[in-house]
């Protein structure tokens, strides 16, 4: 389901600094075709921790109804039939989250989106067992990364570090890399396996490793510790606050070193946490950024102003939209849609599939070693200049 040429507009009006076209000073939307899906719905289910005392993603379950609205009156639905999105929201735990799969089971869903889901260890066994595709939008756990029912559009933090490792590799040509990671088994295997690994294929063989404690907040040591000895460039694989502890730390020590994190970290809020440090830092970023012109991301920052101007401008809420987008043109390949069986199958067919606002995606379990949920292994490289994130690479990076 292509997407139609979408006529220039004119819009006036202050989005409050909050849709997905916010802070740009541009307030230009494009005039999205009405397209609308009737018939019976095929039901998608959808579990995010919107209020878990863990972290809240609420952009997440909005950029996901938002993107439901948008393929049902502008894209036709899936076959001529309207997407439904049912919703459930755990608390973190595991048992929460398999309690949201049996929920949403009983709604007979064709598949089940996985926004961020800290229990999803719980969730996504009981939706393999019932035999439910599991499409994650922000995978971060094992089960997601190699469960034999889940499918994600993007790369993840594996896959796009490893992109990012590439770059460093190939563009920045260092000496010497130094790799920091959260102490966790997760952090510790993207360290390892997809950074060290790559950078030593690409002739990089003067590494540091440095792992730094999940509770730490005052960085400043193991980044002293990364940048000493000529280091010319730091690779960080941690989340949003380990991300701006890590340039303050950097700020603090004066640091010439150059610096690229997971495309998580270049959320504005953790941009903005960081303070002046962030200058001149790089992200490999999971999809193309905001205001980048690129069609699909127009429409993306259309649906959000037409229906929710709420969201935040975050990859969480582009990743969400993106891969609801994306399910509903392999759904649109299903022999029958609204049967998750058939859809498992299309699936497993997914191959050369130009993702929503992402890079080509082949689901064969083999973009990413080890890592077979992966239907993509490639990224884009942004860089944090004059308060702004500009695409530096110019182009989809991969291992």
Known sequence: ?????????????????????????????????????????????????????????????KAARAAVSYV?????????????LAVCTPNGSAAASANCAAELLRQKPAAVIGGLDLGADGSVPALAKAGIPYVPSSPIGAVEFTSPNSYSMLAGAPGSVSAGSVY??????????????????????AAQGYV???????GVTNIAMVAFGNNET???????????????????????????????????????AKFLFPGSC??????????????????????????????????FEAALAKYDKSIPESGFAQGAFGTVVTLSKVMATASAPDQPKA???????????KSFMGPTVTCDGKQLAGLTAFCTKQARIAQYKNGKLVDTGGEWFSA
């Open 72 to 84: 049902n009156d502008s894209l036709g639905g899936v076959k001529g039939r309207p997407l439904k």
């Open 196 to 202: 060290q690994k790559v950078l030593q294929g690409k």
């Open 1 to 61: 389901m292509a997407v139609a040429a979408l006529a220039l507009t004119a819009a006036c009006g202050d989005n409050g600094g909050k849709s997905g076209s916010s802070g740009s000073g541009d307030d230009a939307t494009i005039a999205l075709p009405t397209n609308k899906a009737t018939g019976a719905p095929i039901t998608v289910g959808l579990i995010n921790d919107d209020t878990s005392p863990l972290g809240s993603y609420a952009e997440i379950s």
């Open 266 to 299: 270049a959320d504005p809020q953790v941009l903005k946490a960081a303070g002046p440090g962030a200058e001149g830092t790089y992200y490999a970023v999971q999809q193309l950024l905001p205001r980048s012109g690129d069609s699909e991301v127009k429409a």
């Open 343 to 353: 859809v498992t199958e299309a699936l497993k067919k997914t191959a050369n599939l």
């Open 168 to 189: 460093v590799a190939d563009k920045l040509k260092p000496k010497k890399v130094a790799v920091m990671f959260n102490d966790n088994p997760q952090a510790r295997l």
């Open 218 to 256: 005052d960085l400043t040591g193991p980044v002293s510790q990364a940048i000493k000895g000529g280091t010319d460039v730091v690779i960080g694989i941690m989340q949003g606050s380990g991300c701006a502890n890590v340039i303050k730390a950097k700020q603090s020590l004066g640091s010439t």
